[in-house]
T-cell receptor, first 116, second 113 residues
Framework: DAGVIQSPRHEVTEMGQEVTLRCKPISGHDYLFWYRQTMMRGLELLIYFNNNVPIDDSGMPEDRFSAKMPNASFSTLKIQPSEPRDSAVYFC??????????????FGSGTRLTVV | GENVEQHPSTLSVQEGDSAVIKCTYSDSASNYFPWYKQELGKRPQLIIDIRSNVGEKKDQRIAVTLNKTAKHFSLHITETQPEDSAVYFCAASRGNNFNKFYFGSGTKLNVKP
């Protein structure tokens, strides 16, 4: 399995521009999560989906952020308009329903976003 | 919501020594506690986890202990090696599906050869 695949790996954009981050979860995983990591705030959950349906978006910082999951193999996180304070590493993660074994997420490699 | 505190923020040990990282949580309903290792510039990776129905779990040189009464859990790494150098994150979650993970602030472990 290729794991959770995110693109792009790095994104540099100017303030005010629209940014779209992409994620392909592990095939068969029913849950998909978007996290943001910064030095100041650590790892923060932005939103998660179950079977393509958004379940909890209470971590989305503002209306400038939106996320979609049109099918089981693809999700996007969009920031419009972007601001310098959005600069962070954005991780996507996926998992199945927890069984008797591990219930942890599998993270993607992340997208390092820099807004100048 | 849940609040997870992690200590220390940095830890430096000599190769071969043991390292202990501690976390406390605030929500007594939390029942799942994973630990992640993140090497510089890479993704967090699950290294061990524990559910609230057990007090200790081991996997080779790594162990996690849980004290539900005191609401704290710890990661123990024995016989540390330079490749153990990384940032370690604890997390807590609750409910049947453990979906929302509340992460600690991380511990940067440096193992000196």
């Amino acid at each position: 399995d290729a794991g959770v695949i995110q693109s792009p790996r790095h994104e540099v954009t100017e303030m005010g521009q629209e940014v779209t981050l992409r994620c392909k979860p592990i095939s068969g995983h029913d849950y998909l999560f978007w996290y943001r990591q910064t030095m100041m705030r650590g790892l923060e959950l932005l939103i998660y989906f179950n079977n393509n349906v958004p379940i909890d978006d209470s971590g989305m910082p503002e209306d400038r952020f939106s996320a979609k999951m049109p099918n089981a193999s693809f999700s996007t996180l969009k920031i419009q308009p972007s601001e310098p304070r959005d600069s962070a590493v954005y991780f996507c993660a996926s998992r199945n329903l927890p069984g008797q074994g591990s219930s942890g997420y599998t993270f993607g490699s992340g997208t390092r976003l820099t807004v100048v | 919501g849940e609040n997870v505190e992690q200590h220390p923020s940095t830890l430096s040990v000599q190769e071969g020594d043991s390292a202990v990282i501690k976390c406390t949580y605030s929500d007594s309903a939390s029942n799942y506690f994973p630990w992640y290792k993140q090497e510089l510039g890479k993704r967090p990776q699950l290294i061990i986890d524990i559910r609230s129905n057990v007090g200790e779990k081991k996997d080779q040189r790594i162990a996690v202990t849980l004290n539900k009464t005191a609401k704290h859990f710890s990661l123990h790494i024995t016989e540390t090696q330079p490749e153990d150098s990384a940032v370690y994150f604890c997390a807590a979650s609750r409910g049947n599906n453990f979906n929302k993970f509340y992460f600690g602030s991380g511990t940067k472990l440096n193992v000196k050869p």
